[in-house]
């Protein structure tokens, strides 16, 4: 019998991918034709998953973690053939950086978010989706905003509207 195996991750202990792979072992062993297939639902993984479903690559960058003084290595998923960014909040943003005394939303930021949006913003997509996940911050998009003012002001990030 072949069977999909799709998986999002399991928060702080397993992603997607991993957890597909431990599924499709017990499979396998068992006789069955297995495909894995990554998901996500906005928060971690959802970069991975995506990038495993289409022919893209990962761009590594270094950002402000969910803390002030929390460097991170970062980054975002770029697709060149239709030129479009995936940012996943999470990857700068996310709960998973944080241990359980660190879990203060009047510390954290989602100033690296911003730096991310900023980043892949270089490349001049033609979109940039950004997958959400719960903020650890009550300001919430405030820092990603305030991250992006230097963009915006040099015309980097300009700023449109819609009409209608």
């Known amino acids: 019998m072949k069977i999909v195996v799709a998986f999002d991750s399991f928060k702080?202990?397993?992603?997607?991918?991993?957890?597909?792979?431990?599924?499709?072992?017990a499979l396998k062993n068992a006789g069955?034709?297995?495909?894995v297939k990554p998901?996500?639902?906005?928060?971690?993984?959802?970069?991975?998953?995506?990038?495993a479903a289409r022919n893209g690559e990962w761009i590594p960058v270094r950002v402000m973690g969910p803390l002030p003084d929390m460097p991170l290595e970062s980054g975002y998923a770029w697709f060149p053939d239709d030129r479009s960014a995936l940012i996943e909040m999470a990857s700068a943003s996310g709960l998973t950086h944080l241990r359980p005394e660190q879990l203060n939303p009047l510390r954290t930021t989602t100033f690296g978010t911003g730096q991310l949006i900023q980043a892949a913003l270089t490349k001049n997509p033609i979109a940039l989706t950004i997958s959400e996940t719960l903020p650890v911050s009550l300001f919430g998009g405030l820092m990603i905003v305030m991250s992006l003012t230097p963009a915006i002001f040099a015309g980097i990030a300009p700023i449109k509207t819609v009409e209608g």
């Open 39 to 51: 998901l996500g639902d906005g928060g971690e993984g959802t970069a991975e998953a995506v990038l």
């Open 12 to 25: 702080g202990s397993l992603s997607a991918r991993d957890a597909g792979t431990i599924a499709a072992r």
């Open 32 to 35: 069955h034709t297995v495909v």
